[in-house]
């Protein structure tokens, strides 16, 4: 009682002297919070870069040319290329195989005997030059690029610039189908023409008709600044942006790059992980209470069982990831030798990556989503430009010992983003965590089906997602 | 005075319980790994009984088989390399095209078989497949000596060629200087699926399956009591061959012994091991050659092991190519026989290739592969033993009382400590740091091996180890 009674007056009379200062702390710490997080948008450096043999040459200004391009082929290409299919030397898969250790050897030989026989490069050459291809000299290497313009627009229409990237085992080619829904919709049933696009898809540098950098470094932010210059060439000040597999890290890395030229940024994929122990929780609690961390039914579904699908999964489908990122030059070797290798290389992932389900069948299941004639076409276009090498070195550039040290991680994007969840694509990430990085993200669909090369399996349902998100954006 | 009674006999329950348990456990351990039997053969096991002849073999070339090995060197479309790249993104291909240019104008193959045919081989069907081995004898006994047999394995991708220099130190010791108390016979099959071995045409051949084979073998060509060798695969299939038949193995020397089970002391002694050596076992050159741990064991393993990654999930996509491309399938294979044989040769031009090997060492064993075909069935075995992961095995949770003999050498792509493997092998009768080598010991420098399996065999023998199980 009487302790009591003289820690009361002590309480009332140096109660001010605690809370103010109290007070004026939490006043100021949060201040300096939002000082700090601020207004002010951090970007990625542009820098400079210089990609050529040798020294970059000190005079003279870069030649900004943009160069008419057509593909070409000769007889001498077709049968050297007829010469190594007669020659294929074959192993047999062991019994009950299916695709389990990889592509199955007897569908190989149908897939080769079809692309002997009946497969015509010729026809297919003429197919890829139905749109207009063209070559700039951007720091030192010849970028190719497809660029397509609607053939009617609509009296007072505005055309939206959309810079399409492709990725691995991919290429410019996997646009096709998707190309005519984007520059003329209405004749498509898409809309009445009130979203029209001029499509511009390049070819990443030492993938297809794009040179390959002869220097050490070549990562995704010197090509997203590459294909920044490259729209700036063709006279474009805002743009859209779409990607898949690397096209998405290059479009994010864009984005983070430059926000005033990117309207939006439209993907097919996210890679953003930011690993913490937080996340760890969530993922952890989200298997049996997927609404308490923000996770919906679908996320759910795609997401779990978490260590099948995010572990074992990745585990078994990312060895060609971690050899291309360690020793590239020894992966390709062969591939560039051998086409049916290289077939067989390229082939495996439109399998699995299309649909997971695709492993325990003979035949990969590779033409109940594709004809043989599309499929060759992109494994013809690594063949004739010798680019698996090259396009393999992508990966080592990119992938540093640190993953948390990447521009990709660091930088938030601001810019209005829409994300187009395929259910088949190999990993799922839920919205509640691509919001970690992706700060402004206006549309994000689960798709009702397909897997990572959406452009080339939906067209139209990665086309209708644009559309609705390029509105979206349009309308704010 | 009831409950101190009381506590004392709970006392008792308790240690009784606890060494029972710990009876049961290790009783346990000590299990021995059940021989594999199977059937590797095309289609159903025929009713018939297994043709079990021993039958010579020589190894053979054609005119079309060198011309149009000839015409794919001559079509091989190579890629720049990156400027200064050196082997750092692997292979570098304008080193390779010197080796194309040597392989086609002064590599000479049917030299190369005369020399491989120079060991007597031979071909015997076991368990549906035919299995190929050298066997060498040797050339002359002192009195009343027997030739001691002894099994050597290899690994990928190598091949028994890799033991060529080294059988005669081991057959006729004392014409090359190293004493003529232990000669040995020598035994070095093919693993199922390398080289002139049939690949086995069923799921599931790991390295016990190879192990039990190798075992039939030994049988077969009447040896009852043997020792073995290996490095690499052959590490594995000798280590399980001493786990499933302990009384035949007399010793089991190892060039490589690595540890699948990791637990909480290993990643202690990793984390403080630089720091309190002695505390976790480890010795000066242990730590020489273990740490920093993150450069010489994290990020090798990591920057190594891509190969095995691939391997372990979709061999026959990544060896597709390689079987239709022998510049592919040499820049495959000689870049292992680089950075594994010193990891400082990424930094050389030239990989620093012919520093310790020949040119026509090298190009003999890609040939193997090549002529063979069996670079795909070669790397199934990653799969069939690694698929369900690391450590997961049941025969990486039991222990080897074999006396064990292990030689490591400085440029082993990750080293071991002996405080490590004497966990997994009880018996370990000599560790050596040797002074200089890498991962294709027996290749690079036999006569080292050669001495260290001769002191370790002596010392099983003089003290009649094999016995004491």
């Not at chain 1, 897939?111 to 030192?140: C, M, S």
């Not at chain 1, 511009?200 to 008709?209: A, E, H, L, V, W």
């Not at chain 1, 940024?265 to 609404?291: D, E, K």
């Not at chain 2, 033993?385 to 997961?392: D, R, S, V």
Request: glycine fraction near 8%.
């Amino acid at each position: 009682e009487s302790i009591l009674s003289r820690i009361r007056p002590f309480e009332y009379s140096q109660k001010n002297a605690v809370l103010v200062p109290a007070a004026a702390l939490g006043v100021g710490g949060m201040l300096l919070y939002w000082l700090r997080s601020g207004r002010k948008i951090k970007t990625i450096e542009m820098g400079d870069g210089w990609w050529g043999s040798g020294e970059r040459p000190l005079k003279g200004k870069e030649d900004e040319s943009i160069r008419p391009f057509k593909i070409e082929t000769s007889d001498k290409e077709i049968e050297d290329l007829h010469r190594r299919l007669d020659h294929f030397r074959f192993t047999p898969h062991v019994e009950g195989a299916a695709f389990h250790y990889g592509f199955n050897s007897s569908y190989l030989r149908k897939v080769v005997a079809y692309w002997r026989n009946q497969f015509d490069w010729r026809k297919q050459v003429e197919v890829l030059n139905k749109y207009p291809h063209f070559h700039t000299t951007i720091e030192g290497i010849d970028i190719h690029f497809i660029h397509v313009k609607p053939s009617y627009v609509p009296h007072g229409r505005a055309v939206q610039p959309l810079l399409m990237v492709h990725g691995w085992p991919g290429s410019f080619y996997e646009f096709y189908k998707i190309i005519p829904l984007l520059t003329e919709p209405a004749r498509h049933g898409l809309n009445e023409g009130d979203v029209v696009f001029e499509v511009i898809c390049p070819s990443i540098p030492g993938y297809g008709f794009s040179e390959a950098p002869h220097q050490k470094g070549f990562d995704s932010i010197a090509t997203a600044r590459i294909f920044h210059k490259l729209m700036n060439r063709l006279g474009f000040k805002e743009y859209y942006l779409q990607g898949g597999d690397w096209g998405s890290r290059i479009t994010t890395n864009m984005a983070q790059m430059l926000p005033q030229s990117v309207k939006g940024l439209h993907l097919n994929i996210v890679f953003t992980g930011r690993q913490s122990l937080g996340r760890l929780i969530c993922i952890m609690l989200g298997a049996y209470v997927p609404w308490l961390v923000g996770l919906s039914r679908e996320d759910a579904r795609l997401f779990y069982p978490f260590m099948q699908k995010n572990v074992y999964d990745v585990l078994r489908e990312s060895g060609y990831l971690h050899i291309q990122a360690t020793k590239p030059d020894t992966a390709g070797c062969g591939l560039n030798d051998s086409p049916v290798g290289l077939a067989a290389y390229i082939l495996e992932k439109f399998s699995t990556w299309t649909d997971k389900s695709f492993l325990d069948k003979d035949d990969g299941g590779l033409e109940s989503k594709y004809s043989l004639d599309e499929l060759l076409t992109n494994v013809m276009i690594y063949w004739v430009t010798s680019s698996i090498v090259s396009s393999m070195r992508y990966y080592k550039e990119n992938i540093s010992k640190d993953p948390n040290l990447n521009a990709y991680n660091r930088y938030g994007i601001y810019v209005p983003t829409g994300i187009a969840a395929f259910p088949q694509e190999i990993l799922h990430m839920p919205r509640v965590w691509a919001k970690d990085v992706l700060k402004n993200i206006i549309s994000y669909s689960y798709m009702p089906r397909g897997g990572h090369f959406a452009a080339f399996e939906e067209p139209k349902l990665l086309a209708q997602d644009i559309m609705q998100f390029v509105r979206k954006v349009e309308q704010l | 005075c009831s409950s101190l009674a009381g506590i004392m006999l709970l006392e008792v329950f308790l240690v009784l319980g606890t060494l029972l348990i710990y009876f049961l456990f290790s009783k346990k351990r000590e299990e021995t790994l059940p021989f594999k039997d199977g059937w590797w053969g095309k289609g159903q096991k025929p009713v018939t009984q297994e043709d079990t002849s021993v039958r010579p073999f020589k190894v053979e070339t054609t005119e079309e088989e060198l011309s149009d090995l000839f015409r794919r060197l001559d079509q091989a479309r190579f890629t720049e390399p990156l400027e200064n790249s050196c082997f750092h993104y692997g292979t570098n291909s304008v080193h390779l095209r010197k080796v194309v240019s040597y392989w086609k104008n002064q590599f000479n193959w049917k030299k190369q078989v005369e020399v491989l045919n120079k060991y007597p081989q031979f071909k015997t069907k076991i368990q549906g497949i035919d299995i190929h081995f050298v066997h060498v004898k040797p050339p002359r006994l002192p009195e009343g000596q027997a030739a001691k047999p002894l099994l050597m394995v290899h690994g990928w991708p190598g091949s028994f060629y890799e033991f060529y220099k080294i059988i005669p130190l081991l057959t006729d010791p004392a014409s090359h200087g190293l004493g003529d108390e232990h000669i040995f016979e020598v035994i070095c099959p093919s693993i199922p699926g390398y080289g002139f071995s049939e690949a086995p045409h069923k799921k599931d051949f790991n390295s016990v399956s190879a192990a039990s084979v190798f075992y039939e073998l030994m049988l077969r060509l009447g040896f009852n009591e043997f020792y073995t060798q290996g490095g690499d695969w052959g590490w594995l299939i000798c280590t399980n061959l001493a786990q499933i038949a302990p009384n035949h193995v007399k010793g089991l020397h190892l060039n490589m012994a690595s540890v699948s089970k990791l637990g909480l002391t290993h990643l202690l002694s990793i984390l403080l091991g630089r720091y309190f050596p002695g505390l976790f076992g480890f010795q000066d050159e242990d730590v020489r050659r273990m740490f920093p741990f993150l450069k010489k064991g994290l990020y090798r393993i990591l920057s190594e092991s891509g190969y095995a990654h691939i391997q372990a999930t979709k061999p026959d996509t990544v060896g597709c190519g390689l079987n239709d491309s022998p510049v592919g399938l040499a820049a495959y294979i000689l870049e292992k026989f680089s950075s594994w044989t010193d990891m400082e040769f990424q930094n050389l031009e030239d990989g620093g290739l012919e520093r310790k090997f020949s040119l026509d060492d090298l190009l003999t064993n890609v040939m193997i592969y090549w002529v063979s075909g069996c670079i795909v069935s070669s790397m199934r075995f990653y799969k069939e033993n690694l698929q369900k992961g690391i450590g997961t095995q049941k025969h990486e949770k039991l222990t080897v009382q074999v006396p064990t003999g292990i030689a490591s050498f400085p440029n082993e792509i990750l080293h071991t400590p002996q405080a490590w493997a004497k966990k997994k092998y009880t018996n370990i009768v000599s560790f050596h740091f040797m002074p200089r080598g890498g991962h294709f010991a027996a290749f690079e420098e036999p006569e080292l091996l050669a001495k260290d399996i001769l002191q370790f065999v002596g010392k099983v023998e003089k003290e009649q180890l094999w016995k004491k199980k």
